[in-house]
């Protein structure tokens, strides 16, 4: 593979499962892209330089050095170099210079940005950081909360440019977990989906959460007695998760501004249960969040060294 023309720096979000890689040009422009499942979680510390250079070797020119900017689980205490958390209240990018893991190849300038953590109660994020500082790039002047949905989906509240406060919820994990892993495997194999079922499930997890643990046990119940279909249970199983996921959430979203930044599917899903509580939603898909807060941090790296 030939040198990528025109590449001035290299974007990563290192997550726990997968890689993502953007060679950019001096304006931020995408020119190549490219993703691997080399995630922390499959890597030990000597393990990070090969799995990028997999990816991006073949980008670098032969002379001189790229920087690189990364977020997520590169940064942790099993990444390739720890990045400290930085306490909220803050901005999402400190002034300081970021961790810089050592690197064999020349060619290559590693930066990796912190997390944030908040200590009581005690919650923490790494990656999200960045697609917060992007959103707030694309919306200057944004009060208000951030939900970015995942498989531990975070609400940030933010004010001023700083983040205030936020809470994790391992919604996106436990659905993952009782699809795969649970009796309601055999309940929620379909691959399409049922609206009006999500958002009568969205009502009854916002409303009666108490009641979680029975009513997922129902939809096992309901598709042995009464045929409930697999698109449908899956339907009301996501539902019944984001609704009692927004009944503990409830003091962030109520009576605010509020942004979803995330895939476009469990965007909309989020958009929709966050609609029915008459809430105007403003969605952002998460790939040029993340990539205009990466942008946002390699300018601080170039004013620095300048």
Same mark, same amino acid.
């Given at each position: 593979?030939?040198?990528?023309?025109? @590449? /001035?720096?290299? $974007?990563?979000?290192?997550?726990?499962?997968? +890689?993502?890689?953007?060679? !950019?040009? %001096?304006? &931020? #422009?995408?020119?190549?892209?490219?993703?691997?499942?080399?995630?922390?979680?499959? @890597? /030990?510390?000597? $393990?990070?330089?090969?799995?990028?250079?997999? +990816?991006?070797?073949?980008? !670098?020119? %032969?002379? &001189? #050095?790229?920087?690189?900017?990364?977020?997520?689980?590169?940064?942790?205490?099993?990444?390739?170099?720890?990045?400290?958390?930085?306490?909220?209240?803050?901005?999402?990018?400190?002034?300081?210079?970021?961790?810089?893991?050592?690197?064999?190849?020349?060619?290559?300038?590693?930066?990796?940005?912190?997390?944030?953590?908040?200590?009581?109660?005690?919650?923490?994020?790494?990656?999200?950081?960045?697609?917060?500082?992007?959103?707030?790039?694309?919306?200057?002047?944004?009060?208000g909360v951030i939900c970015l949905p995942g498989t531990h989906t975070k609400w940030a509240l933010v004010s001023a440019g700083e983040v205030v406060a936020f809470q994790t919820f391992m919604t996106g994990e436990?659905?993952?977990?009782?699809?795969?892993?649970?009796?309601?495997?055999?309940?929620?194999?379909?691959?399409?989906?049922?609206?009006?079922?999500?958002?009568?499930?969205?009502?009854?997890?916002?409303?009666?959460?108490?009641?979680?643990?029975?009513?997922?046990?129902?939809?096992?119940?309901?598709?042995?007695?009464?045929?409930?279909?697999?698109?449908?249970?899956?339907?009301?199983?996501?539902?019944?998760?984001?609704?009692?996921?927004?009944a503990a959430s409830r003091p962030f979203w109520l009576g605010q501004k509020v942004a979803v930044v995330g895939a476009e599917r469990v965007a909309a899903a989020y958009a929709a249960a966050l609609g029915q509580?008459?809430?105007?939603?403003?969605?952002?898909?998460?790939?040029?969040?993340?990539?205009?807060?990466?942008?946002?941090?390699?300018?601080?790296?170039?004013?620095?060294?300048?």
């Open positions: 593979m030939t040198a990528v023309q025109g @590449l /001035d720096w290299i $974007g990563a979000d290192w997550g726990t499962s997968n +890689l993502r890689v953007w060679a !950019l040009d %001096a304006a &931020g #422009r995408v020119l190549v892209r490219a993703e691997s499942e080399d995630g922390m979680g499959r @890597l /030990d510390r000597a $393990g990070f330089e090969p799995a990028l250079l997999r +990816l991006v070797g073949g980008w !670098l020119p %032969a002379e &001189g #050095r790229t920087t690189v900017v990364a977020c997520g689980m590169v940064g942790s205490r099993q990444g390739w170099v720890e990045a400290p958390y930085r306490a909220v209240p803050c901005t999402p990018f400190g002034r300081g210079p970021l961790a810089r893991p050592e690197t064999r190849d020349p060619r290559l300038s590693v930066h990796v940005i912190p997390g944030l953590r908040q200590d009581s109660p005690a919650d923490v994020m790494r990656g999200e950081e960045t697609q917060i500082a992007g959103y707030l790039v694309r919306n200057p002047g944004f009060d436990i659905f993952a977990l009782l699809t795969r892993q649970s009796v309601l495997r055999h309940s929620t194999g379909g691959a399409g989906w049922d609206g009006p079922a999500f958002a009568e499930a969205v009502s009854e997890g916002l409303s009666r959460p108490e009641r979680l643990a029975a009513a997922l046990f129902a939809l096992r119940a309901e598709a042995l007695l009464h045929g409930l279909t697999p698109d449908r249970a899956r339907a009301r199983l996501s539902g019944l998760l984001i609704g009692s996921e927004l509580q008459a809430l105007t939603v403003a969605t952002a898909e998460v790939e040029p969040m993340t990539l205009a807060g990466l942008a946002a941090a390699r300018s601080r790296i170039a004013e620095a060294i300048a």
